[in-house]
């Protein structure tokens, strides 16, 4: 599932991470110019070469990334992200969201992922729900109701793991038993915030808990912005829930913006402050949307089940090994009951879910309400994924 | 004020508005192709010279209408709308708001109207705030809110005197001790719904109470629907507070898209049923709007202060001799004391204010809140009106 990224290279991205911080666009600039390997050996060897060589920042700032490289240790980190559970994935990767592209100069250097699901093939069919910390009852129910509803559809629900919206998506995503991913502003072995460590934990198991920096890595005010571009690249809209106005419970919006990602807002009462940033929105680039089928009616229709452009498309023989014991597992006529999928797949039921989340993605399962089945045959015949054997 | 109809015409259409229904583009059809007097002699005539010219309705249709016509008696309807202080207006009079033409074929072939001021001059700077009979205490707060903000900045609030919405945006214009005008699905000195005999009776006081059917007619299901078509024709915008999906509070809205006007929604609660009807309208062509500061960028882009194409733009010394008076009367450094400007105009303070939103609509004078003041010359001097001497 790693392979294609050549060994030091991995190991350099690794290290990168923790010199570069992420959405450094500079740092990128070096990175596509000189390629991991070599930008770590320019920043670990001659102070003069360096200096020569990485241009566009003074000599303090390349004297603390000096500094940064010289204390990286990615064997370190990897073993550190490996006791965890977590990997480590680079462009370039079979599981590496190519869509992340988008983001050029900015796009994240590597991502450190705990879970078992592929996070390609989630993030293919991904939306983001996301909004204030502090929300109301209405907004925690509305980012439930949403998630809940999207998950239901066989959507995987994306967002930052904080207090407030994020929390109340990803639970109402789990409660729905469906699939959801936090994209953390620390590293994945942290549990930021603390009260979330046991939500963070739950969904390292039934989804994917994503972050840019190296274990042990602590979030600070910019890194939470810039976590925001990840959120937004990897989905294929973002919906915002509750924002107060001008609040940056909003950047995740405009980065979906900028990135030509559907950008939704719920409304709410105007005499809320905490709906003042939503229909700010709304008046502006936003699109308005009551529920769950409304988000899918809009991203769904950008290609419907299209794998990104430059990715694989699978023929069933190609599927992973538990991938085709799930699909082989699963009743002619769908079943609600996944821990006899499991079972008879000889998994897990955290794992059964993920693998069926990504058949749902390739075309070869469809989900309704709790109940997946194998997708109808396309007309044509062949396998339901475009290119099948 | 109400010169430039023959009156021989005028009488016909007075008699029309009792034989054809509002809205009926049949009727407007015929109208159009002989004009009123005609269309009332061949209505009032032989049976077969009536049958050969007006075409297009079956020999029951006709005969009802000849049924009405024979019935109808404009004198007395003239009469009656006179002792309650009502006028007639025709296409053609002065005070007619010639956009009304837009309706084509279903404009009004006459309206009655209650109440001191000049309808066409309202109409210029005048938005219409509708919505549901049975609101939340968030829909009539909204509505009141609304058009309070709108009436405090020198616009006239259009609505239609119902339950609900309707009456929180006429109250709510009121006490701001702004303009306001109730466009009612029965005669002018007929109080619907019986609960608003007063807010109406208040309404042709310090505002304007308008209709199409003559004295003592009621209501119908039909007649509440084609009304919305000339509020929404009469303003410059429609601003949709709280509508349940797909109810009749949308027509005026459905009508304003038709008619090229702005249309826009206040959202709400996503869980509120009533304001389901918005954001349905929100996620297709409405715009959002929080606030009468929004309303107001909206509608007074449309070339502010701009009169109607056709209409007349008055120089001063053309201005009538009230609306002459009060601008005399009015400090140079403005003032919220519109008594004194009553007692030196020599005028009520009813007639004042209705007065000065007339001159506000030809821009000799500003408000802002309770203030009026004489408006800043326009630069290159001149009159603040267009053309003005």
Not at 80 to 88: D, I, K, T
Not at 91 to 108: I, R, T, Y
Request: charged residues 20%; hydrophobic residues 45%.
């Amino acid at each position: 599932m790693t392979a294609g990224t050549p060994p030091a290279e991995r190991r350099a991205r690794a290290a990168l991470t923790r010199v570069i911080e992420p959405g450094d666009e500079r740092g990128g600039g070096w990175l596509a110019r000189f390629g991991a390997s070599r930008l770590l050996e320019l920043l670990t060897g001659e102070a003069s070469e360096a200096a020569a060589c990485l241009t566009g920042v003074g000599p303090p700032g390349l004297d603390a990334c000096r500094a940064r490289a010289a204390a990286a240790d990615p064997e370190r980190d990897l073993a550190a992200a490996a006791a965890v559970g977590a990997r480590f994935l680079c462009p370039g990767d079979a599981e590496w969201p190519s869509q992340l592209g988008d983001l050029g100069a900015a796009a994240p250097i590597g991502l450190w992922v705990r879970g078992a699901a592929d996070l390609r093939l989630w993030a293919l069919r991904s939306v983001a729900v996301v909004g204030a910390r502090a929300c109301t009852p209405y907004g925690a129910h509305m980012a439930a109701s949403l998630a809940g509803g999207l998950a239901g559809s066989g959507w995987v629900v994306i967002s930052g793991g904080a207090f407030g919206v994020d929390a109340a998506a990803h639970r109402g995503a789990l409660a729905a038993g469906g699939a959801t991913a936090a994209v953390l502003a620390c590293g994945v072995d942290t549990a930021y915030p603390r009260g979330h460590a046991e939500l963070i934990a739950r969904i390292a198991e039934q989804g994917l808990v994503v972050g840019e920096l190296p274990p042990a890595s602590h979030p600070t005010r910019s890194r939470f912005v810039l976590r925001n571009r990840v959120i937004a690249a990897l989905s294929r809209g973002t919906v915002v829930v509750e924002a107060a106005y001008r609040s940056g419970s909003l950047s995740t919006a405009r980065w979906a913006l900028r990135l030509g990602r559907l950008t939704m807002g719920v409304p709410g009462p105007v005499t809320s402050g905490l709906s003042a940033g939503v229909h700010e929105l709304l008046r502006t680039e936003g699109v308005l949307v009551t529920d769950a089928e409304e988000v899918i009616e809009l991203v769904g229709g950008i290609g419907e089940l299209a794998p990104v452009k430059s990715g694989p498309v699978l023929p069933r023989d190609l599927l992973g090994p538990e991938c085709a014991r799930v699909l082989e597992a699963l009743p002619a006529g769908g079943t609600d009951r996944l821990a006899e999928v499991a079972r008879d797949a000889g998994t897990t039921v955290d794992a059964a879910l993920a693998r069926l989340v990504e058949l749902h993605s390739l075309g070869f399962v469809e989900r309704h309400s709790d109940t997946w089945r194998p997708a109808a045959p396309r007309r044509g015949g062949g396998g339901p994924a475009r290119g099948g054997a």
